[in-house]
């Protein structure tokens, strides 16, 4: 099993739909969880940290974290064609260091 | 404020050749990361630094060398250039008061 899974898609939906992309996990240890969006050729940018369980919004993002499940969350509002893009989970045990990354999920929003 | 800094952003070595990838960051972290990643396969750590004079292992070594003389570099070497080292190649650097890291533009091999 692997540490983090996390559905590769690709996902294709039109613009305005609600989006929810998903990451499992395997350690219960996981404290910090990260969201990162990637742009084609371009390096991954920090979308939206979270810490333990709960929400966190911010805009049309948001990011659910589930402990007791070992699942993880981000869903977007109001899709926007420029949301189109590979996101992919991170967490850890530690703040700031050694986290582990999902391999991605390639999202496509239609115009 | 540049953040992290990736030199070359591509590159085409031939079988057996060296090179080394460049990075910088000026945001005075003291974490510092080398990742690759293939298609589908998400990110893999190569090697990483907590701090100058510190580097260790990460997932997928083989085949990499770093140093990392200063708070600002982490340079990674690669010796007798392999098809299988063909991969887009991250740097990252995050220290224990910073949300995430901070990843640069990425650098682009192909071994051929």
């Known amino acids: 099993q692997k540490e983090v899974e996390q559905d590769p898609g690709p996902l294709s939906v039109p613009e305005g739909a609600i989006v929810s992309l998903n990451c499992t996990y395997s350690n219960s240890a996981f404290q910090y969880f990260m969201w990162y969006r990637q742009y084609s050729r371009k390096g991954p940018e920090l979308l939206m940290y979270t810490y333990s369980s709960g929400n966190k919004e911010d805009g049309r993002f948001t990011a659910q974290v589930d402990k007791s499940s070992k699942y993880i969350s981000l869903f977007i509002r109001d899709s926007q064609p420029s949301d189109s893009a590979t996101y992919l989970c991170a967490m850890s045990t530690d703040y700031g260091q050694n986290f582990v990354f999902g391999p991605g999920t390639r999202l496509s929003v239609l115009p | 404020n540049a953040g992290v800094t990736q030199t070359p952003k591509f590159r085409i070595l031939k079988i057996g050749q060296s090179m080394t990838l460049q990075c910088t960051q000026d945001?005075?972290?003291?974490?510092m990361y080398w990742y690759r990643q293939d298609p589908g396969m998400g990110l893999k750590l190569i090697y990483y630094?907590?701090?100058?004079?510190?580097?260790d292992k990460g997932e997928v070594p083989n085949g990499y060398n770093v140093s990392r003389s200063t708070t600002e570099d982490f340079p990674l070497r690669l010796e007798l250039a392999a098809p299988s080292q063909t991969s887009v190649y991250f740097c990252?650097?995050?220290?224990?008061?910073?949300?995430?890291?901070?990843f640069g533009s990425g650098t682009r091999l192909t071994v051929v």
């Open positions: 630094s907590v701090g100058a004079g510190i580097t």
């Open positions: 990252a650097s995050s220290s224990e008061t910073a949300y995430g890291y901070t």
């Open positions: 945001m005075n972290h003291n974490y």
